[in-house]
């Protein structure tokens, strides 16, 4: 949480952030979205759904 924090302290508010933790506790997943990162992916990881959220910000920057 603290590099979330450090993040938007940059005002790098157009990075997009995806965590990947072997934490899957729906506090820790909830309070990680309320940061307003742009995923959680929780260990073991799924390849398809990491592509899947990279594609579709890599998209989104695309289209600004």
């Known amino acids: 949480f603290e590099l979330v924090n450090l993040v938007k302290g940059f005002n790098l508010n157009n990075v997009p952030i995806i965590i990947i933790s072997a934490l899957d506790i729906r506090e820790v997943v909830l309070c990680s979205m309320g940061l307003g ?3 959680f992916i929780s260990k073991p990881i ?3 759904q990491l592509l899947f959220l ?3 910000h890599i998209k989104k920057n ?3």
Do not use: A, E, R, T
Request: glycine share 8%; aromatic share 8%; proline share 0%.
């Open 54 to 56: 990279v594609k579709k």
């Open 62 to 64: 695309n289209s600004l």
């Open 37 to 39: 990162i742009s995923g």
């Open 46 to 48: 799924d390849f398809n």
